[in-house]
């Protein structure tokens, strides 16, 4: 394994093939995201069963998150990556296909339990990497996930005009996305991990990390919502086509990749509590845009400004935890993701049940309540904490 100081064709492949995984986690969510309206349409669905299937997906994410510390303190991301991806691509590639509604919450359960380990195991990756390479690369690794999500959402918008089928791009996605995990694979860190049985069982984050955990699930819903909700907010509310639509996702999608790009040269120059707190409001003001103007193109220019206010919350938040003084990084990054990707997971269903009761853009103002409310704790959860 690669030693600190260390600059050898080991790490800089294990840094490009962690960027892979980034970007396929990415893809493989906007590729569920964009087909949110075709699931509907396909089970007959309102939103309150949209929102129950969504959280199928919460609880399946949660149930794995609290075992990600065990299953990372024994297994090296290495192992776990590529039997997750071929889950998560196995069910998102299949989701069209079954008729029933109890196939439906049975492959998002399957597919929230996949998406967690995978996604804790690559934040755990990217925490050693930082470690080992002395750079600053968790917002660079997540903005890959956003540049997945804007390709997996702009590709969906090209094909439609082409005549090809919701189904026919759930599958022909999913393979190329697993076959591009697979590759990346041979060129991951290889860590040795043999913590005894029993170890890094089930546990709730506690001081600190729940404080973090917290901060991450009110950052999350917020994306969690543009990936489960942007593009049928246009499509429902606003009467976009489908190849507008589909841009909903791929505009917050992209400003969060740009974000989060250049995110590692900001975190290296500005504290986290001001760096948190200027994002929370700018993702706020962002969602206001997209609401109180009721145009396609006003809501895509809200969406950007919502995936710039989002874009470096979750990297400032689980390299916190990842550093955290008598904690492994992947029990860090684990506690907190426990919490905040409850947020993620949970938050679309919330809306959902809102926008039942009243309307999409009822419940989707959610995401400017939390965004705010982040901006509020931001000093708290972080501090006085030098730039990360």
Not at 81 to 97: R, T
Not at 109 to 118: D, I, V
Not at 138 to 165: E, N, Y
Request: net charge positive.
């Amino acid at each position: 394994m690669p030693t600190p100081n260390d600059p050898s064709r080991t790490l800089r492949a294990a840094i490009h093939a962690l960027r892979a995984q980034f970007f396929v986690a990415g893809a493989l969510f906007a590729t569920w995201g964009v087909h949110v309206p075709s699931i509907k349409a396909h089970y007959a669905l309102g939103e309150q069963s949209l929102a129950i299937a969504m959280l199928a997906a919460g609880a399946g994410s949660v149930v794995a998150l609290l075992q990600a510390g065990r299953v990372l303190a024994r297994h090296a991301p290495r192992t776990v990556v590529p039997f997750m991806a071929l889950v998560c691509v196995a069910a998102v590639g299949s989701l069209l296909l079954p008729s029933r509604y109890g196939a439906l919450l049975a492959l998002m359960l399957a597919y929230g339990m996949a998406a967690a380990l995978f996604d804790v195991a690559i934040n755990d990756e990217a925490t050693a990497i930082e470690r080992l390479s002395g750079r600053h690369l968790m917002s660079g690794f997540h903005g890959m996930f956003s540049l997945g999500g804007m390709v997996g959402a702009a590709a969906w918008s090209a094909l439609a005009p082409a005549g090809v089928t919701p189904t026919q791009h759930l599958l022909g996605a999913t393979a190329v996305l697993g076959a591009l995990a697979l590759a990346a694979t041979p060129f991951m860190l290889r860590q040795h991990r043999s913590a005894p049985a029993g170890g890094a069982g089930l546990s709730l984050p506690r001081g600190p990390l729940l404080l973090l955990g917290v901060m991450a699930g009110l950052g999350l819903v917020g994306e969690g919502a543009m990936y489960d909700w942007s593009v049928l907010y246009l499509r429902q509310e606003l009467g976009a086509p489908t190849s507008i639509a589909s841009m909903g996702y791929a505009s917050f999608s992209g400003a969060m990749a740009a974000g989060r790009f250049g995110g590692d040269w900001v975190r290296a120059r500005v504290r986290p509590a001001p760096l948190l707190r200027a994002s929370g409001v700018l993702a706020a003001l962002g969602m206001v845009l997209a609401l109180a103007v009721p145009h396609p193109m006003a809501a895509l220019a809200g969406f950007a400004l919502v995936g710039l206010g989002f874009a470096n919350m979750v990297p400032v938040l689980f390299s916190a935890a990842g550093q955290l003084p008598g904690i492994a990084p992947a029990q860090g990054i684990a506690a907190v993701a426990s919490v905040g990707y409850f947020g993620m997971m949970a938050g679309p269903p919330l809306i959902g049940f809102i926008a039942e009761a009243r309307s999409l853009a009822a419940g989707l103002l959610v995401v400017v309540f939390f965004a705010v409310v982040v901006a509020a704790l931001a000093r708290r959860a972080l501090g006085g904490a030098r730039p990360a």
